[in-house]
């Protein structure tokens, strides 16, 4: 975020400096610098985009493998406790009977 202030920062002196310079050639150069500057901006505008998405992705992905943690352990419960109630009944009714 630095460098894309410090470049927009550039970009503005230099257009004001293209503005105020009487020199054809310095502006010219200022134009180029300005232009690399914009390019350089762009790139590194497109290098967050991109990084963004993959941090995303990720994160996702994370969501997406605790989710099927927490449901690996919910049927591992419910097997469980439907295992514990089958041995109760069981027990129960081998006690009652006569």
Known sequence: ?????ALSSLLA???LGLACGPDPAANNTA?????AVA???QQANAAAANAMQQVNAAANAMKDASNAASDA???ATNAVTD???TATNAAANA???P
């Open 1 to 5: 975020m630095k460098k894309i202030i």
């Open 31 to 35: 134009a180029n610098a300005n232009r």
């Open 13 to 15: 002196l230099s257009a």
């Open 39 to 41: 390019n350089a901006m």
């Open 73 to 75: 352990a919910k049927t």
């Open 95 to 97: 006690t009652n009977k």
């Open 83 to 85: 295992a514990a109630k």
